[in-house]
């Protein structure tokens, strides 16, 4: 059974930074190092989106441009674990935060269409 269980989400202020991890177990045929992950948000009203991914394999990574600069997305392969540390956050950043795995082929589009593991997500609310 595939479990994908993000954390660390939390209400700051604008300008400050949080990290969110995701954990990953049960994903089959493949190592961990192999799939595809990324980070997706939903505000509310609004169509899910890409924050950020990294490319099984190779390790390409890929951001929005509404992050660039701002979020970092990493792995630990050793713990199966996703992050996403953001930094200078803005109240446009309060959204559910999902985690997403998918085996590679050396892709990683920020298209929620192509992911098929997700997340229950974690919430992230930035005040002004």
């Known amino acids: 059974q595939v479990q994908l269980v993000e954390s660390g989400g939390d209400s700051v202020q604008s300008g400050g930074s949080l990290r969110l991890s995701c954990a990953a177990s049960?994903?089959?045929?493949?190592?961990?190092?192999?799939?595809?992950v990324g980070w997706f948000r939903q505000a509310p009203g609004k169509e899910r989106e890409g924050v950020a991914t990294i490319c099984g394999g190779g390790g390409r990574t890929y951001s929005a441009d509404s992050v660039k600069g701002r979020f970092t997305i990493s792995r630990d392969n050793a713990k199966n674990t996703l992050y996403l540390q953001m930094n200078s956050l803005k109240p446009e950043d309060t959204a559910e935060y999902y985690c997403?795995?998918?085996?590679?082929?050396?892709?990683?589009?920020?298209?929620?269409?192509?992911?098929?593991?997700w997340g229950q997500g974690t919430q992230v609310t930035v005040s002004s």
């Open positions: 049960g994903l089959p045929s493949i190592p961990f190092n192999a799939y595809s």
């Open positions: 997403a795995a998918d085996r590679s082929g050396g892709s990683c589009p920020l298209i929620t269409t192509w992911w098929n593991y």
